[in-house]
């Protein structure tokens, strides 16, 4: 649906946990996976990766919705050097939350805005800190029998029983941890005639 600038606003990904955050802004928006090739490239640093795979979601997306203004984000978690993906199944789960048990772990998301109608593409990355508890075989079974995280990378889903996992979270946008840095985001969408709030300037 278009706003009073007349554009339209959509969400480059097919994460409902991206759709529900885009949400909170009361923003009309719509929804268009990518569907791009999420791996990253032989000797690619983990920031690099997210912030190439967040452009190219974004791009991928604006191509097939002209003049509009697309918001795109990917997610990398890294322990030390390994760059830790999505689980996909309960035993590769385990074997993650046992990795991260007790471990500090870095969080980066990259975010992408690209209005289409004046070509401006906006980046920004925000990174979040997040040490892990100390967890046992029982704890980790009792979580991934609740929540199935399967489709999250790290196997800790923040926005539900997974933030029982953590024991501290460092950021200034906890949002990114989701996988939408909505602080970050307001400001981006400002720059692209989107505003959550009305100015704050007198009128």
């Known amino acids: 649906m278009p706003n009073s600038t007349g554009f339209a606003l959509v969400l480059a990904s097919g994460s409902v946990y991206r759709a529900q955050l885009l949400a909170r802004l009361h923003l009309a928006f719509e929804v268009d996976a990518p569907n ?8 690619e640093a983990p920031l690099a990766t997210a912030q190439r795979l967040a452009r ?15 918001v795109g984000s990917d997610q990398v978690v890294v322990l ?63 979580y991934l ?19 029982a996992l953590l024991e501290s979270v460092h950021s200034t946008d906890p949002t990114a ?11 981006m969408l400002e720059r692209a005639g989107y505003a959550a709030l009305p100015s704050t300037r007198d009128e």
């Open 36 to 43: 791009i090739v999420e791996t990253p490239y032989p000797g």
């Open 56 to 70: 190219e979601k974004t791009v991928a997306v604006a191509r097939r919705h002209e003049n509009a203004v697309v």
């Open 80 to 142: 030390g050097d390994l760059q830790i993906g999505k689980p996909g199944d309960h035993a590769n789960a385990v074997r993650q939350l046992r990795m991260l048990s007790g471990e500090r772990v870095l969080f980066h998301t990259a975010l992408c805005v690209l209005d289409g109608k004046k070509g401006l593409l906006q980046e920004e990355t925000v990174t979040v800190a997040v040490q892990f508890r100390a967890l046992s075989e029982r704890q980790i079974e009792s």
């Open 145 to 163: 029998a609740i929540e199935k995280p399967y489709d999250c990378a790290g196997s800790a889903k923040a926005e539900g029983l997974g933030i």
């Open 177 to 187: 941890l989701v996988g939408l840095p909505l602080i970050t985001l307001v400001s």
